[in-house]
């Protein structure tokens, strides 16, 4: 169980990844976030392809002078292999400090369009050490342009995200509703904003809770399944089933959330991974409540309820079976 303190309870920076595909409009919400806030605090990395960063430029604009703007315009935060992301981290963190004195609050960086958010969480492995919390937003075009089903890319975004944030309503028919209806099929664990909730969206929530999913639900390949962990279950079990689930699922894993307790604990403990890359766990609050309370839901491709039956130990996690309460 890969396990990152980057998006722990104890971190010190927020950090907002804003992915979305080609032309959905992340440019226009953070211009339109920054606009509203005292950026002094808050930097910017800008990922952009070819050697003028535009979408840089209309950020510059609306920050003002007193932001860190760093832009990338190698085009390759979508590749699992390039670590500039974590450099480009650092080096605003200290470009902060030396401008005004004052450590870092946020760091906003727009992916870019192409980018898959488990292969950008992977950088940020080389920077544990500044203790960042990340927080994934991802945007709905309202007009669904590009087709989510011809587009790996959509999927692995909206999936991913803890904040979902409907853009291009206006240009809609039908102001957005069946995007928004697929995107809650691919991923009910996200919260859904409007563009004028936008702040809201970008808060990183540090409430330890888990939604609960019906026991299947998605969209073509993509499902969300819940599966309750055995009361007899050691931590042990839990972490090899874990790391067998993604070891197994690879590429296919694309979300994870869940409470879990040990046989024999009393604390219940909020598990998260995008992709395959893990939070450290964090203590619920509040007393267990039931046989049925412990859970993670797996958001991935082409999982079926046979396919998790052949993850070791079998008996860990079971599907939930109708007439289980849900909690």
Do not use: Y
């Not at 104890?10 to 950090?15: C, L, R």
């Not at 859904?192 to 809201?200: G, W």
């Not at 993670?296 to 396919?307: A, D, K, R, T």
Request: charged content about 20%.
């Amino acid at each position: 169980m890969s396990l990152s303190p980057f998006m722990s309870g104890q971190a010190t920076i927020d950090v907002v990844i804003v992915t979305g595909f080609l032309g959905t409009g992340k440019t226009s919400l953070i211009r339109g976030l920054l606009e509203g806030l005292d950026t002094r605090r808050t930097g910017v990395i800008v990922n952009e392809a070819g050697d003028t960063s535009f979408d840089g430029i209309q950020i510059a604009a609306a920050t003002g002078d007193g932001s860190s703007i760093r832009m990338l315009g190698n085009g390759c935060l979508c590749c699992e292999g390039a670590d500039d992301l974590g450099e480009a981290v650092r080096a605003l963190v200290a470009q902060h400090i030396a401008l005004t004195g004052e450590p870092t609050e946020r760091i906003i960086v727009e992916a870019s369009g192409l980018a898959r958010p488990g292969k950008l969480l992977r950088q940020f492995q080389t920077i544990v050490d500044l203790r960042l919390r990340v927080h994934i937003v991802a945007t709905i075009d309202a007009t669904l342009a590009a087709d989510p089903d011809q587009h790996s890319e959509i999927v692995a975004q909206w999936a991913a995200a803890a904040s979902l944030v409907l853009t291009r309503e206006d240009l809609a028919p039908d102001g957005g509703a069946r995007a928004v209806r697929l995107a809650r099929a691919m991923n009910p664990l996200a919260q859904f904003f409007r563009r004028e909730d936008v702040e809201a969206a970008f808060q990183a929530s540090t409430a330890p809770s888990a939604s609960i999913a019906d026991d299947i639900q998605g969209h073509g390949k993509i499902r969300a399944t819940t599966l309750r962990q055995s009361p007899t279950a050691t931590w042990n079990d839990c972490t090899e089933w874990l790391d067998n689930l993604c070891g197994m699922g690879g590429e296919r894993i694309l979300r994870i959330k869940g409470l879990l307790r040990p046989a024999g604990g009393e604390r219940r403990w909020l598990v998260q991974a995008v992709g395959t890359t893990f939070a450290v766990p964090v203590p619920a609050p509040g007393p267990a409540d039931g046989p049925n309370d412990c859970h993670v839901v797996v958001i991935g491709e082409s999982l079926s309820s046979e396919w998790f039956a052949t993850v070791e130990p079998f008996a860990t996690f079971l599907p939930f079976q109708k007439g289980h309460n849900h909690v």
